[in-house]
T-cell receptor, first 111, second 114 residues
Framework: EDQVTQSPEALRLQEGESSSLNCSYT??????LFWYRQDPGKGPEFLFT???AGEEKEKERLKATLTKKESFLHITAPKPEDSATYLC???FGGGAQKLVFGQGTRLTINP | NAGVTQTPKFQVLKTGQSMTLQCAQD?????MSWYRQDPGMGLRLIHY???????DQGEVPNGYNVSRSTTEDFPLRLLSAAPSQTSVYFC?????????????FGSGTRLTVV
């Protein structure tokens, strides 16, 4: 069964304390992996797209990496405004409908 | 430039009632889709459209209908509301269905069916 699993479910860090979020997937025919940020009461906001193993993307304090089995979202020296739920989604197979989201990691950065 | 606009933001329905959730985008995106988000379940695709006049089913289409008569609008109709349809609904659009450009999501409609 095609699955996308994110860990941990929740993560609490101190401001400046770097860490990583994980997204593992078991799908056939990966065509792209996406990271989104979601703030409470709002829709997800697009961050990155990764297409092949070894690819990396960066944006401010965030860096996304991709292997054949998983992706990491590294957060360097986070600030309280980085607090949000981070969603991973995988596009696979032959049809446009096959975009599967993980359940998300709720990140809290304490000042 | 409003992006993706969803209305209403909140709605309470009685079991068996029908309603339409509105979604409009002003970015000339070809691809539009509807998701529902439930605690512990992640976002699940209900229906999607790759262009005006073309729609198809996603992962959880039962109980919902869609149509796409214009590029801008993609309404979601609940035919006979059930408590299991209590959820937060998001509309999303993109230049292409590959998602490489990134889906733009609306702010959501929180629906409660009693």
């Amino acid at each position: 069964e095609d699955q996308v699993t994110q860990s941990p479910e929740a993560l609490r860090l101190q401001e400046g304390e770097s860490s990583s979020l994980n997204c593992s997937y078991t799908v056939s025919g990966l065509r792209g992996l996406f990271w989104y940020r979601q703030d409470p009461g709002k829709g997800p906001e697009f961050l990155f797209t990764l297409y092949s193993a070894g690819e990396e993307k960066e944006k401010e304090r965030l860096k996304a990496t991709l292997t054949k089995k998983e992706s990491f979202l590294h957060i360097t020296a986070p600030k309280p405004e980085d607090s949000a739920t981070y969603l991973c989604a995988v596009l696979f197979g032959g049809g446009a409908q096959k975009l599967v989201f993980g359940q998300g990691t709720r990140l809290t950065i304490n000042p | 430039n409003a992006g993706v606009t969803q209305t209403p933001k909140f709605q309470v329905l009685k079991t068996g009632q029908s309603m339409t959730l509105q979604c409009a985008q002003d970015m000339n995106h070809e691809y539009m889709s509807w998701y529902r988000q439930d605690p512990g379940m992640g976002l699940r695709l209900i229906h999607y459209s790759v262009g005006a006049g073309i729609t198809d089913q996603g992962e959880v289409p039962n109980g919902y209908n869609v149509s796409r008569s214009t590029t801008e609008d993609f309404p979601l109709r609940l035919l006979s509301a059930a408590p299991s349809q209590t959820s937060v609904y998001f509309c999303a659009s993109s230049y292409g269905w590959e998602g490489g450009y990134g889906y733009t999501f609306g702010s959501g409609t929180r629906l409660t069916v009693v």
